[in-house]
């Protein structure tokens, strides 16, 4: 059962190693809001068909949901803490880059 737990955690963060995806899920948690299709592709700058293939993908793991509203299919976060990863991912690597920082000074102040 662990091993099941491991892998599914794995899928999980899959479904956000990529840079257009982890876009998709900041964008939709922004307000909180629901967007259709043609604003991604406004916001995101990307082609359709690539988008589709990443909406899927983030619907698969059920970090998204989608709703159809008459001709436009609207997506939204179906878990904000999803966005909670990612704020934390944030807060490590701002992390990681002033360590950085500090150990570059140490060996250029010598």
Known sequence: MEEQIVAL????FKALAHPTRVRIV???AKN??????C?????????QSNLSQHLSILRKQ????????GLKVM???KYPEALTILENVAKILAQQFKEGEA????FTER
């Not at 909180?32 to 299709?37: A, H, I, Y």
């Not at 604003?39 to 082609?47: C, P, T």
């Open 103 to 106: 150990l570059m000074r140490h």
């Open 32 to 37: 909180n809001e629901e967007v259709c299709v």
């Open 39 to 47: 604003e991604l592709i406004e916001d995101l700058g990307v082609e």
């Open 75 to 77: 997506y939204r976060i």
């Open 26 to 28: 900041e964008r939709l």
């Open 9 to 12: 955690k794995s899928d999980f």
């Open 62 to 69: 059920q970090i998204i949901t989608s709703t159809k509203v």
